[in-house]
């Protein structure tokens, strides 16, 4: 087997303290975690131990300001008790039931009224879901099956453009627009055709590519 690289901390040189020996084992863990979006031959991490607010503390105790908060998705902090709470109570009483089938559960029900306030009026029926990336995988299904149920199962292009985002998982990853990051997936998605660029679809964004993933 390929022997592993040495994987090394961002922030602080190794030194013989009890807190750089733990995040040493720590990074030894590490060369067993496959990180996407990540050059392999980069070594060196961050190990992100703790969260309050909008800043962070690695496991040397170095602070840091999250200012993305948490890749776009911890907008109301980090650490907060409140949801802390929240949560424990809810995983104590029902941590976890399918909507599959007819089967649902009291937790969700009692959030679609809030939800019905919140959203404009034209929308009223949900999915829920675990992130953005099974979002967009939702988003593209929905799509498809709507033209295929609608007798139109040809309807099954998916207009990305340049540089966007959207998501880690199979088709939210060949609907990004990053080159690296797709081109993999972009094969084994079968995409049997990618358009010319076009000029800007809207004025002062990025051009768009159209591309076809098969189903
Ligand atoms: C537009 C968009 N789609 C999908 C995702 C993926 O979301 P997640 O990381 O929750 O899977 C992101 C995350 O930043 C996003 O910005």
């Known amino acids: 087997m390929e022997a592993k690289p040495t994987i090394t901390n961002h ?3 190794d ?5 750089a020996r733990s995040t040493q084992a720590l990074l030894e863990a590490d060369t067993h975690l496959i990180h ?11 190990i992100m131990d703790k969260g309050e607010g909008c800043l962070l503390w690695d496991t040397n105790g170095n602070e840091y300001l999250d200012a993305t908060g948490g890749l776009w998705l911890a907008q109301i902090g980090h650490g907060r008790r409140e949801i802390g709470e929240a949560l424990s109570k809810q995983a104590s009483r029902l941590e976890y ?3 599959f089938w007819d089967f649902t559960n ?4 009692k959030l679609i009224p809030t939800l019905l306030e919140l959203v404009p009026s034209h929308i009223t029926d949900f999915v829920f879901t675990s992130g953005g990336s099974e979002s967009t995988e939702a988003a593209i299904k929905t799509a498809r099956y709507y033209w295929y149920k609608k007798g139109q199962p040809e309807k099954n292009w998916i207009l990305s453009r340049r540089n966007a985002y959207h998501g880690a998982a199979y088709g ?13 997936l972009v094969r084994s998605c079968r995409i049997s055709a990618i358009s010319p660029r076009l000029t800007p679809i809207v004025r002062g964004c990025s051009t768009a590519r159209i591309r076809w993933i098969s189903a």
């Open 36 to 46: 996407p979006h990540l050059p392999l031959d980069n070594t060196r991490r961050f």
């Open 172 to 184: 939210g990853g060949c609907a990004s627009g990053f080159e690296a990051d797709n081109f993999g």
């Open 106 to 109: 009291s937790s969700i029900l």
């Open 11 to 13: 922030a602080t040189p």
């Open 97 to 99: 039931f399918t909507s």
């Open 15 to 19: 030194t013989d303290t009890a807190a």
